[in-house]
Nanobody, 122 residues
């Protein structure tokens, strides 16, 4: 299993970025998928998830600003991030599956990629 994120970079407050995550070595369409992030000096935080049936879920901090989607034909997961805020600055990871519980340990246990840096600053 390999997950490769891309699309991070520098954005101004109020700006947008689109992250991508390509999956290799597994049947992408058979897995729920997760986005998580880790801000400087903080722990890993769940951001969003999408099921195999394309049901979507968001944390309160990103709801109505971020949109998760997937393209199974391309084995790719996306995160469209709009109206970015400085507090969105973090390394963003995609992960295979959903955490089995609402704990940091369960989130950390997911297989995830190397991450992509998102910096929101003027």
């Amino acid at each position: 299993v390999q997950l490769v994120e891309s699309g991070g970079g520098l954005a101004q407050p109020g700006g947008s970025l689109r992250l991508s995550c390509r999956g290799f070595g597994f049947a992408f369409l058979k897995y729920d998928m997760t986005w998580a992030r880790q801000a400087p000096g903080k722990g890993l935080e769940w951001v969003s998830g999408i099921t195999t049936n394309e049901e979507t879920y968001y944390s309160r901090s990103v709801k109505d600003r971020f949109t998760i989607s997937r393209n199974n034909a391309k084995s790719t997961l996306y995160l469209q991030m709009d109206n970015l805020k400085p507090e969105d600055t973090a390394v963003y990871y995609c992960a295979q599956g959903f955490p089995t519980s609402a704990t940091l340990q369960a989130l950390q246990a997911l297989v995830r990629g190397q991450g992509t840096q998102v910096t929101v600053s003027s």
